[in-house]
């Protein structure tokens, strides 16, 4: 029998992490071939289980259970839609060195019993408690899966020991408390297993950002006049889904005085001449997520859009240029300037525009880089994160802002970064 069809014989191996740092990070494409070796699935798969059972182990818990879909996909490899993304409809429960449970939405745990064989398939059950609170608690099926799986933990001998839950329903904690199970916080764990990314995490990190690249070229393209911020956004949502996208999670489009301050979202506000424009693309690929800013002018640009063009681009060259093993993340956020030296009155208030965050199965993994936290409580980078950097710098002129970010790859000797459409100076599309 294959090491696919057996999820609970891990080996030392399955830790290897496999880097190939000679030469540039490649972006194959998207199908199976005979003639490269690409995405290693069966390998990515036992990589992330052995990497859970390490963190779970490292911990004082002796059980996970996990409603958060990030880490059911880390663990099981399964994965029903981004519908289900905030249903909390499922469940999944790794109890020591057993193999993963998974309680799927109906005829989804027979699907897994047929196609997903690196599962056990009695291990695949249909299952659901609350869907956030849409199914009342007294319903009883808290309880009835509080108690299944407090017996699943009994048998594998871990009673006496904490339960690590990520997040759930209110009522269900209570349903695992009344079972006698002390619940401890998972979510800690769980990011601390997905910090470090194998060599297929970095391939599919590669290559949902290579198909940003070819997006930030289509809207280069069309930015002019005549074309409104939503425009752009259902561009970009059409072309991702083309290009193979399972997830389009979010375009940030923000346009001339809405720049600054920096809203988070987009309207139908039409571009014109001499406006400055940044934009977001927040988009998975075989789950693997992208956060990648870009910005442009349209037409033309002022000096005082360029100037801030500048400063933001200086500023993150020099946190890319921090970016080692073995840096600390508050060394990171110290060469960032402070929030009163670009108009904030806090670092609070200046949350996520000089900004790190690890990318992943989620946007926002470890580590975290920011004044607002990193200084007192500092991280060490280390070889295979895969994080990104973002920095904005509102423009003299009290309306318009630039804003930049660089998808990076921690190598073992420096940085690699993945977002490639250029950058370097401010893009002036459509010029007059």
Known sequence: ???????????PQDLEPNWRWEGRLPAWGHTSVDFE???????????????????????????????????IRYVSATKIGEWERDKMCRFCLLTGDDSPYVWDF????????????????????AGVVGMRGTIPPEFGLMRKYAKQIAGLIRDAGM?????????????????????????????????????????????LLTQAASMVDGV????????????????IVALSNKMLYEMGSDDVEAINAISGERCNPHPHNFTDRYFRPGDQAFFDILQSYQGYRTCYYRT?????????????YVKAREW????????????????????????????????????GLQ???????ALHERPIISRAVSMDHPMEIQTGMVFALETYCPAADGYSAARIEEEVVVTDTGVEVISLFPAEDLPIANRY
């Open 1 to 11: 029998m294959s090491r696919a069809l057996m999820p609970n014989l891990l080996t």
């Open 159 to 203: 009673a006496d020991m904490p339960v690590g839950v990520d997040y759930a329903e209110t009522a269900m904690f209570h349903a695992l408390q009344e079972e006698g199970l002390n619940v401890v916080d998972g979510q800690q764990i769980m990011l601390a297993a997905r910090e470090i990314k194998n060599w297929d995490e970095i391939q």
């Open 296 to 308: 442009f002018n349209i037409g033309r640009a002022t000096p005082a859009q360029n100037d801030a």
């Open 106 to 125: 109906g005829s989804a745990a027979v699907h897994h019993q047929k196609h997903s064989d690196w599962l056990e398939p009695s291990h695949c059950l």
């Open 216 to 231: 930030y070229h289509m809207i280069y393209e069309e930015l002019k006049p005549g074309i409104r911020e939503n425009d």
């Open 316 to 351: 993150i060259d020099a946190s890319i240029e921090m970016i080692k093993p073995g840096v600390s993340t508050d060394k990171v956020a110290a060469v960032w300037p402070k929030a009163e030296e670009f108009g904030f009155p806090s670092e609070d208030a200046a949350f």
């Open 37 to 71: 070796r690409r995405i290693d699935h069966d390998r990515l798969r036992r990589y992330r289980l052995a990497r859970t059972r390490q963190a779970l182990q490292a911990s004082n818990a002796g059980t996970l259970l996990l409603f958060d879909v990030n880490n």
């Open 355 to 361: 900004f790190g965050h690890g990318l992943g199965l």
